[in-house]
């Protein structure tokens, strides 16, 4: 028996401390900036901080071991109808389904914070066109969310096991 197994009986180490930092900081400050929407210093500021968050989590993915790194992260379409063929069985990194999730959300705040820079750049002094894209960007990004949260809240039901909590200890259960 390891101290692992005494210090936490039945658990398994899924989410390192990064990903679970990088996680609920990446949510808080997307929720404040969909909310806080008037494209001030706070709104600007927060949306860099949120850029600034995938990218040292995409960095931390190509250093770190186990659940966080980039093996773990590579979509493959393939992998993903096997997956479902095989009846979307418990997982204990990410499922090859929610990857593509885990993605959209990376690649809709990437491109926020890339047109809401480039739309204070002077060659775009009085033009709408970019900050009309960020909105749009901005509403695929809260549709995105939305299904994050069914996804997290559907599976979460179908293997009995409180994933939110698991984003919050960083354990799962061991595999049946
Ligand atoms: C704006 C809000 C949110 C965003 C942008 C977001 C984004 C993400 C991202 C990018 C990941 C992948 C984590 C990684 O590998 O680094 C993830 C995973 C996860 N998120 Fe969120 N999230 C949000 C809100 C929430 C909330 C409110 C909950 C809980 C109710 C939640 C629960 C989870 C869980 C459980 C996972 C792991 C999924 C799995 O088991 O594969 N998320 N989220
Ligand atoms: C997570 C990142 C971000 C999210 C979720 C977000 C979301 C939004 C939303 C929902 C709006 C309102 C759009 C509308 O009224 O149709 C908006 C407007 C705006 N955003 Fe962002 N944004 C983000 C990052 C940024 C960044 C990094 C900048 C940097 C300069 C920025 C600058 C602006 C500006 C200037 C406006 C226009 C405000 C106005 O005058 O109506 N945003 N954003």
């Known amino acids: 028996m390891t101290r692992e197994d005494i210090d936490h009986p039945g658990r398994l180490p899924a989410w390192d401390w990064a990903v679970r930092l990088c996680h609920w900081l990446l949510a808080s400050l997307v929720a404040f900036n969909l909310i806080a929407d008037d494209g001030g210093w706070w709104h600007r500021a927060l949306g860099y901080a949120a850029v600034a968050v995938v990218m040292l989590r995409l960095t931390w993915a190509c250093l770190a071991s186990g659940g966080a790194r980039m093996a773990t992260l590579k979509p493959s379409l393939r992998e993903t109808l096997a997956y479902l063929r095989a009846g979307a069985p418990r997982r204990v990194d990410h499922d090859p389904l929610g990857l593509w999730m885990v993605w959209l959300l990376w690649l809709l705040v990437l491109l926020l914070g890339l047109t809401g820079w ?43 096991e409180n994933l939110p909590a698991a984003m919050v200890t960083g354990r799962k259960r061991h595999p049946e």
Do not use: C
């Open 118 to 160: 480039m739309s204070r750049w002077d060659m775009f002094w009085g033009e709408d066109g970019l900050l009309i894209v960020h909105g749009w960007l901005a509403d695929a990004l809260l549709v995105a969310v939305l299904l994050h949260l069914l996804g997290v809240l559907v599976m979460s039901l179908v293997w009995r």
